[in-house]
């Protein structure tokens, strides 16, 4: 289990480092077609769906992918 964490750790500081210092590499989430923002006078709604989803695709990708190894 501490594998486990030691390699999200990891995950986690390698996204916050790419977001930091390369803010446009993730640019384009939240504005796909299909994500819903919805703006009125006393708030703001956002569901990034279609964001989502593709984020979801590619990390099962992933995770089949190291599950072979």
């Known amino acids: 289990m501490a594998r ?3 390699t ?5 500081v390698i996204l916050g ?4 210092f390369a803010p446009w590499t993730i640019s384009w989430f939240g504005k796909l077609p299909g994500d819903i923002r919805i703006e009125t006078e ?13 984020i979801s695709v590619i990390l099962s990708i992933l995770i089949g992918i190291l599950k072979r190894f």
């Open 8 to 12: 999200a750790g990891m995950i986690l």
């Open 17 to 20: 480092t790419i977001i930091h």
């Open 42 to 54: 006393k708030g703001v709604f956002f569901m990034p769906l279609a964001s989502m989803l593709v």
């Open 4 to 6: 486990w964490f030691i």
